[in-house]
């Protein structure tokens, strides 16, 4: 059950990422969210995702969002944690890719929501089997 609430959930971010539906994705993020390990930042919480994904969705910066690999780590009736490669890709062709660790969390209106996500590094993606080197390098390094 876990995995699956996780698949859905990552199909859902991507879809609505991808065709720039910016309610439906930000329905997907907890307004109690917070994202660690991102170059530059401390933490990101739900006001700047807000702001960057409405400039991004508006301006169409952002071309796609994938996420290749699920490792599932734990769950509860209320939370589900599990890790994944993310592939971001501009419009300019400039790809992000990294590992991330995710926290879902079924909030009051039943719905899973993004809560926590955590940067992982590169050798803790390579590590968890979420990525081969090779195919790290040549997305980074085109």
Do not use: C
């Amino acid at each position: 059950m876990s995995e699956t609430i996780a698949r859905q959930w990552l199909e859902a971010s991507a879809r609505t990422a991808t065709d720039k539906q910016f309610t439906e994705h930000m329905d997907l993020i907890s307004k109690r969210v917070s994202v660690t390990g991102v170059e530059g930042f401390d933490s990101i919480d739900y006001d700047a995702w807000y702001r960057v994904s409405e400039k991004e969705f508006a301006e169409g910066i952002l071309k796609s969002v994938r996420y290749d690999g699920l490792k599932m780590l734990d769950s509860s009736e209320s939370q589900v944690r599990f890790k994944t490669f993310e592939v971001v890709e501009a419009s300019d062709a400039t790809i992000n890719a990294h590992g991330i660790e995710v926290m879902l969390e079924r909030e009051a209106d039943g719905k899973w929501r993004l809560l926590e996500e955590r940067v992982l590094t590169e050798d803790e993606a390579r590590q968890d089997g979420l990525v081969q080197g090779t195919l790290l390098r040549s997305l980074l390094n085109p």
